[in-house]
């Protein structure tokens, strides 16, 4: 397996990690009503909440991305390296959210937009 479908594992995960820190310590967390939950939550863990939220928005442009690259026979060590940069700008975009860094955050949304599409470009 190549190390972006590795890094593509790990975008999935990313957005759990996220929530797991709204989660973690906070003592009105109902499992039967987790959504309700999560809309009166504030603070960081609000802007968790949120950071998992846009990850899965983001995963499946991600996930394709990588896999049309390699299915059209893209160089195989560009998409790794345009993967891992992806998952390094996740990272410090939940790193952003949660310090509530906003106009960070924004900048470091458009670049791991922006990789997606440069992996759709080098595969054309």
């Known amino acids: ?13 990313i957005p759990y990690l996220m929530v797991g820190v709204a989660k973690i310590g906070h003592r009105g967390y109902n499992n039967r009503a987790p959504r309700a939950w999560a809309e009166k939550l504030e603070g960081y863990r609000q802007r968790a909440s949120w950071a998992q ?16 690259a390699s299915l059209a026979g ?4 560009r998409i790794d390296a345009l993967a891992i940069t992806f998952v ?11 310090a509530d860094l ?9 670049a791991s937009f922006g990789i997606c599409v440069a992996l759709f470009v080098i595969a054309a």
């Open 53 to 68: 939220q846009n990850g899965f928005e983001i995963f499946p442009f991600f996930a394709a991305a990588v896999i049309i």
């Open 88 to 98: 390094a700008t996740r990272l410090a975009y939940g790193v952003c959210y949660l």
């Open 1 to 13: 397996m190549t190390i972006a479908y590795w890094c593509v594992l790990i975008a999935a995960i």
């Open 74 to 77: 893209a160089d195989q060590a």
């Open 102 to 110: 906003h106009l960070w955050r924004s900048l470091v949304w458009v």
